[in-house]
């Protein structure tokens, strides 16, 4: 019995180092490699990876459920839109285009579902920054600043560039980190 014992020690104890080698060499490694301008960065990926707002499209906020649904009007939550102008945009936006917001579609990167943009901002900025400086400087308009978490959401006057102007002010040096501001319909009302 302890003959039989030893031998099946023996291939264990000869194969044990071959497989623990491969899984210490994986677990030493880092997930990202830095570099001198952190290209692989996790901000970085998210960057440059951002939502494409669907220009074309038509989105009316519909809490009383008022609008039907007709073959190209399709129901997100509380809103109601079309990909392709149509009905939507001919009559229902022409009549609520002075008292309401205006509302785009928006596909995040790697993911099937829609979500809801008015073209505001979240801004992370640099301790000490005059959120209106930059209010100003890019013609935006400042709604509510978080001081404590030194961010502050910005409303931008069109959805044309806007991923443009996302792009320059990630380089303004008073600026940490900028994110469209989206509207998820599956959560429910705002």
């Keep these: 019995m302890i003959v039989k014992l030893t031998s099946w ?103 099937d579902g829609l979500k809801v943009s008015d073209g505001s901002m979240l801004i992370e900025y640099v301790e000490g920054t005059d959120t209106a400086a930059i209010a100003r400087d890019y013609g935006l308009k400042l709604t509510r600043d978080f001081p404590s978490v030194r961010t502050a959401s910005f409303q931008a006057a069109r959805f044309s560039g806007l991923s443009e102007l996302m792009e320059t002010l990630m380089n303004d040096e008073r600026i940490s980190f900028v994110s469209l501001d989206l509207i998820d319909p599956s959560i429910g009302p705002r």
Excluded: C, H, W
Excluded at 51 to 69: F, H, R
Excluded at 80 to 99: C, V
């Design 9 to 111: 020690r023996l291939p264990f104890s000869l194969l044990f180092p071959v497989i623990l080698l491969p899984q210490e060499y994986l677990l030493a490694q880092e997930p990202f490699v830095s570099t001198a301008n952190n290209s692989n960065s996790v901000v970085e990926e998210t960057i440059r990876q951002m939502p494409t707002v669907l220009l074309q499209s038509a989105v009316v906020l519909d809490e009383s459920n008022l609008i039907p649904l007709l073959p190209d009007i399709y129901r997100l939550g509380n809103f109601k839109y079309e990909l392709i102008p149509g009905a939507l945009s001919s009559f229902y936006m022409t009549q609520s285009m002075s008292e309401r917001s205006v509302y785009k579609l928006v596909q995040e990167p790697g993911t």
